[in-house]
């Protein structure tokens, strides 16, 4: 009798050959147009690194090539985006809550002052501000407490960030006091920034931009400088102590102070339309995007900031020996074991 075929085998053989034949339907047309993409794919890519390395080589003997590959190099590895967005939602979660305190303090018409100052008035935000003693005793003392302890998030996120930055110690639970300081001079540098605009009136041989005079907007100008360079230069004083030379935070907080006044003066130019106009679409919410926008993009300066400095001092050339010569460098203390509670002292 003639054997029976294998069904399973005959199904296999037919597969195979509907592989073989489908293999067999590209063209040689499209194999050479494939081949050719190809090969000038692995063209552009070997074109791109060639130029790549030509123009690190030309850098690198440039004067100041060095410390210009450094500071591109650290901005790059110095998660700018993720340490600007941690200082803009610390900060949106903890000064807010202390700008809320002082309102209810009597005599808080200085907020508005110093949110004007910034393009946001206080018609667009619905602060409920007392001045009567019942609503301070509503706070209570000790909501006030639990407000400023909530605010230290700020402050330790900047120290963590000046800390990594800089390669310091971070400094012992014992500075808590430190943090203190730090949440309520940043909301103290806003308000002299309120009591600034009353400069803008000044004029001379009567020569006015809009309601400003010309000699009004320079000494506005130049107090933003100085109002943001004293707070920066405190700032990580407080924050990293003396292991950071003071002549470097100066020139740090000289840089930081620099930016954020060219940074508030666009944001007085551009900032009351923007809040107009999403306030009309969006009402208070869209005043709370623009707050943590404005934050982000303040975070940045601070980031960049520190990282520039910190690469200038750190360079191995010539400039970097110069900037240490003059402005020293941070030196890290020597780390302390922190006191253990639980642990009994034999």
Known sequence: MPAEANPST???????????????????????????????????????????????????????????????????????????????????????????????????????????SLGMHSEHVDFVSSSNDATVGTFGFIGALMCIAGATSLARALGRMYVSIWQVTKLPLSGWWRWVVVIFSIPVAVIFQGFATDLKTNTIFNVHIDDSGVLGIILVIAVTFIIWTITWTLIPRLLVSTQVPMRLLIVNGAVTGALVTAYLVGSRIALPRIVENTTQHYGTLGVVFIAISWLFFFGCILVVTALVVHAFVTDEGTIGRWTRKYVGAPKPMARTESARWYQPKI
């Not at 004067?63 to 500071?71: A, K």
């Open 10 to 116: 005959d199904d296999r053989d037919a597969s195979k050959t509907e592989e073989t034949s489908s293999d067999d339907t590209r063209s040689p047309l499209d194999e050479r147009r494939f081949a050719a993409l190809r090969a000038l794919l692995q063209t552009w890519i070997a074109r791109g690194q060639a130029f790549a390395i030509k123009v690190y080589e030309f850098v690198q003997v440039m004067p100041g090539g060095t410390l210009l590959m450094r500071i591109i190099t650290d901005i790059i590895r110095g998660n700018i985006t993720d340490r600007a967005m941690t200082l803009a939602a610390q900060a949106f979660t903890g000064i807010l809550p202390i700008v809320i305190l002082m309102t209810t303090l009597p005599g808080s018409s200085y907020l508005d002052e110093a949110l004007k």
